[in-house]
């Protein structure tokens, strides 16, 4: 079957490997699509596979194959189906932090999202997989496994109606955090450099948009009778805005650090942290939970996140990633 293979360099290419065996309790499925994730780039950009490796975890295919113990799954079952499942039982689990988990960390797709067919295993099938009905269109369903990261997020994170928040970078995962701040019924500030990402972000439903930082202090005040932001949610950004963001919140606000910034955080002002009572607040991956939260979320609310997906083949791979870091699409599909 077809393959996307990533060398430890960063490098991909289209090769051929034999289809995947299943078991009693598992099935198999014929790949549709992929979605080109920020951590995959960010795995292929750093070279941070130690070995040939076949990413991708947003995948939506049917059911080709299944295990004479499946009874939840039929052949032609088109399905949604996320990489990681955690045991839901060790100390990180216990206490929340299911990425955390050793079972987590290991549990994979077989052989991985970008490629023809796929080994979905039984733990996958009981709390990562999701069945697409009729009424939902697949391209929406792919985004249960990134929306699911950014709702986890939400989870750990105060916001009421009338809130203003501050996005940092209006990628595809600035868009999904707005889409979330709306549904609450907050307001949101969004910046990126980019000024066709600016303009884009406030047809996702973004209030107000800027390019650069110097007139942030009065989009935040206007909003919020000078009291500061609500809350800042980075998604992309130098690290050595962080220090500065902070004097963007009011007095009990919170830093949602939800990306690996870059370069050089700098000094951080402990002080204003704890005398305003400021959080930073981390969240990473997903969880059963929150696929499950983020898969209804789809399918009833139209979101329409579909139309920031460019399609493209697998042996366009190379140029999609390429066409990801120079930020020309919010998100590359890899259609098999
Ligand atoms: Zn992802
Ligand atoms: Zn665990």
């Known amino acids: 079957m077809l393959a996307i293979q990533t060398d430890a360099t960063g490098k991909s290419m289209t090769v051929n490997i034999s289809k995947p065996h299943i078991g009693p309790d ?9 979605g080109l994730c920020g951590t995959d780039l960010l795995k292929i950009n750093l070279g941070l596979l130690r070995q040939p490796t076949i990413l991708g975890h947003e995948v939506v295919g049917h059911v080709v194959e299944k295990g004479a113990r499946v009874v939840d799954y039929q052949l032609g079952d088109l399905i949604v189906v996320a990489h990681h499942v955690p045991c839901g039982t060790c100390h990180y689990c216990l206490h929340g932090n299911h990425s955390m988990c050793a079972t987590f960390k290991k549990t994979n797709l077989d052989p991985g999202g970008f490629c023809e067919f796929i080994r979905l295993s039984q733990q996958h099938l009981d709390h990562t997989t999701f069945k697409i ?8 369903a792919l985004f249960t496994e990134p929306l699911a990261c950014c709702e986890r997020s939400f989870q750990k994170l105060t916001i009421l109606p009338g809130d203003v928040l501050v996005i940092v970078g209006l990628g595809s995962i600035g868009i999904m955090m707005t889409k979330l701040v709306k549904r609450l019924g907050g307001k949101v500030i969004g910046i990126d450099t980019d000024t066709h990402r600016c303009s884009q972000a406030l047809s996702y439903g973004a209030d107000k948009t800027i390019e650069s930082i110097d007139k942030l202090h009065t989009l935040i005040n206007e909003p919020t009778q000078s009291r500061g932001a609500d809350g800042i949610i980075f998604t992309a950004g130098p690290a050595g805005l962080l220090n500065e963001s902070l004097l963007w919140l009011r007095d009990g606000g919170f830093v949602n650090l939800f990306s690996h910034l870059s370069g050089e955080v700098g000094p951080i002002d402990t002080s204003r942290l704890y005398h305003h009572e400021i959080q930073i607040i981390t969240s990473y991956s997903a969880t059963p939970e929150s696929l499950k939260r983020s898969f209804d979320i789809l399918k009833h609310e139209a979101l329409n996140l579909k139309q920031m997906f460019e399609p493209y083949r697998p ?3 190379e140029q999609a990633v390429k066409d990801m870091n120079e930020r020309k699409v919010y998100k590359a599909l890899i259609e098999f």
């Open 26 to 34: 598992e099935v198999l499925i014929k790949t549709i699509g992929c």
């Open 133 to 140: 009905t009729d009424d939902f269109a697949w391209q929406e």
């Open 315 to 317: 042996d366009q791979f």
